[in-house]
């Protein structure tokens, strides 16, 4: 089954940094869409980066001059560095792909776990 194993949150100060990674495995062949939304408590699921297959990224407005979305194509590992983070930016960052698994036409998206990043002010 596919495993979307995200790393890398935790407590900082404001204006500090963390870099988010995530992980992917079991059977797949090819990801099109990787990316990092994130949800904070009584909040929406919001979109927070995506990078495509070719290298397009897209950032939420929030985050632009601040964030970084890149990935590895090698490891099925996509990454979010965070940078000049502030109190609004806690929540937790959940890893979304559009993989396909094998022998599979079709792509399906998958979530990770979830990891914490909380700021303090």
């Known amino acids: 089954q596919v495993q979307l194993v995200e790393s890398g949150g935790g407590l900082v100060q404001a204006g500090g940094s963390l870099r988010l990674s995530c992980a992917v495995s079991g059977g797949i062949s090819s990801i099109s869409v990787m990316g990092w939304y994130r949800q904070a408590p009584g909040k929406q699921r919001e979109l927070v980066a995506t990078i495509t297959s070719g290298g397009v990224t897209n950032y939420a407005d929030s985050v632009k001059g601040r964030f970084t979305i890149s990935r590895d194509y090698a490891k099925n590992t996509v990454y979010l560095q965070m940078n000049s983070l502030k109190p609004e930016d806690t929540a937790v960052y959940y890893c979304?792909?559009?993989?396909?698994?094998?022998?599979?036409?079709?792509?399906?998206?998958?979530w990770g776990q979830g990891t914490q990043v909380t700021v303090s002010s």
């Open positions: 979304n792909v559009n993989a396909r698994r094998g022998a599979s036409q079709f792509y399906n998206i998958y």
